[in-house]
């Protein structure tokens, strides 16, 4: 499985917008991670690959919206109303195998394949 590849990451004031990117070589199920260092990976965002149905974060629910383009093969990060808080390495992360595909699409394990992360920063 090819790498999926993160972009448009940067630094914004607080109260403004970013989209990210996530370029994959098929349409398969895709979720958004982000980690500040020192802490976990968590989870925020994922969609489906055949329904385009979508889970977040609840904390972040009405703030970020995940979704795919028309050929399935991309996917965006829409953060809105960003918060200091939302600053963290961003990664993008695909599930090719199929082997999790009953589990929901927060479930970590079943993402096969992982960007290099893009970077956010909000400042106050």
């Known amino acids: 499985q090819v790498q999926p590849v993160e972009s448009g990451g940067g630094l914004v004031q607080a109260g403004g917008s970013l989209r990210l990117s996530c370029a994959a070589s098929g349409r398969t199920p895709m979720a958004w991670f982000r980690q500040v260092p020192g802490k976990e990976r968590e989870f925020v965002a994922g969609?489906?690959?055949?329904?385009?149905?979508?889970v977040y974060v609840d904390s972040l629910k009405g703030r970020f919206t995940i979704s795919r383009d028309s050929a399935g093969s991309t996917v965006y990060l829409q953060m809105n109303s960003l918060k200091p808080e939302d600053t963290a390495v961003y990664y993008c992360?695909?599930?090719?195998?199929?082997?999790?595909?009953?589990?929901?699409?927060?479930?970590?394990?079943?993402?096969?394949?992982w960007g290099q992360g893009t970077q956010v920063t909000v400042s106050s």
């Open positions: 969609i489906s690959r055949r329904t385009g149905s979508t």
């Open positions: 992360a695909i599930d090719s195998s199929g082997q999790y595909a009953y589990r929901s699409l927060d479930f970590a394990p079943r993402y096969n394949s």
